[in-house]
Structures are given as C-alpha cells and as structure tokens.
C-alpha cells in the first residue's frame, strides 16, 4: 500500500484544532517508524476525525442562516450533524438569538431542546430571549 500524499494531509487538516494536528503528526512519525500497517490504520482514523470535524464546521456555518430564514429542517439537519449551537457571529449572535430576532417561536424552542444557551450575549449586551419578548 503507497504512503500518502501530502495533499491528502493538508485536506484532511483543515477543521482539525492546531493541537490535534501537532499530536496527530507525532502518533504518526512514530507509526510510521513502527510499521506501515500501523500508520495506515492511524491515517484512516485521522481522515475519519477530519471529516466529522469539517461537517460539524460545516454545519455550524449554516446554523445561523438556516435559523434566520426560518428553515427548521435544516435547522435540525444542522443540529443532528453536530453544529455548535452557541456558535457566535461576528456580532455576537447565536443562532437562538437570531430565530428570536425573526420569531421563529419553533427553531427557538429546538434550540433550547438541543442546549442553546439562552444566557448567551450579543456585542451589545443583548440577551436572545430578551430579544424575543420585544
């Protein structure tokens, strides 16, 4: 079985944490030095974790778009595949904050079902369920 490439590891780093990289680089090295069976099984291991951690970005990334339009399918979609529901804007909003912002009453509550935090904060202070109430 070839080694591989090198491309195939800058793809299968780009959601994983710089620490899990580091770490991941090191199991690997020593793999390596142990036998190719064992790192073929350490590679295949960290491509499963990177995939799982690019569709969780993924997700997170369409949390909040999916909140605003009102689309709870692909809110749960979102939800089940792991996004981070307390993820933040650039302006502080969570997804919870922004389906209370546009009265999705439904994607509020999935949201909190799921562990949105409903004490989260905006840049300006603002509370998603205070922001609800109005």
Request: a positive charge; proline letters at 3%; glycine letters at 2%.
């Given at each position: 079985m070839a080694m591989p490439?090198?491309?195939s590891l800058k793809v299968a780093t780009c959601c994983i944490s710089p620490e899990a990289r580091a770490w991941m680089r090191t199991v690997i090295a020593?793999?390596?030095?142990?036998s190719?069976?064992?790192?073929?099984?350490?590679?295949?291991?960290?491509?499963h974790l990177a995939s799982f951690s690019c569709?969780?970005?993924?997700?997170t990334d369409e949390l909040g778009p999916?909140?605003?339009?009102g689309d709870l399918a692909s809110v749960q979609d979102c939800v089940t595949?792991?996004?981070?529901v307390d993820a933040q804007t650039s302006n502080g909003l969570t997804a919870l904050s922004i389906a209370a912002r546009e009265g999705h009453a439904d994607i509020v509550k999935l949201l909190l079902k799921h562990g949105a935090d409903k004490?989260?904060?905006d840049n300006v202070s603002h509370f998603a369920m205070h922001i609800f109430v109005r």
């Open positions: 490439r090198a491309e020593a793999a390596i030095a142990v190719r069976p064992v790192f073929h099984k350490l590679f295949r291991c960290y491509l569709t969780q970005a993924k997700a999916a909140a605003e339009r595949k792991g996004a981070n004490e989260a904060k």
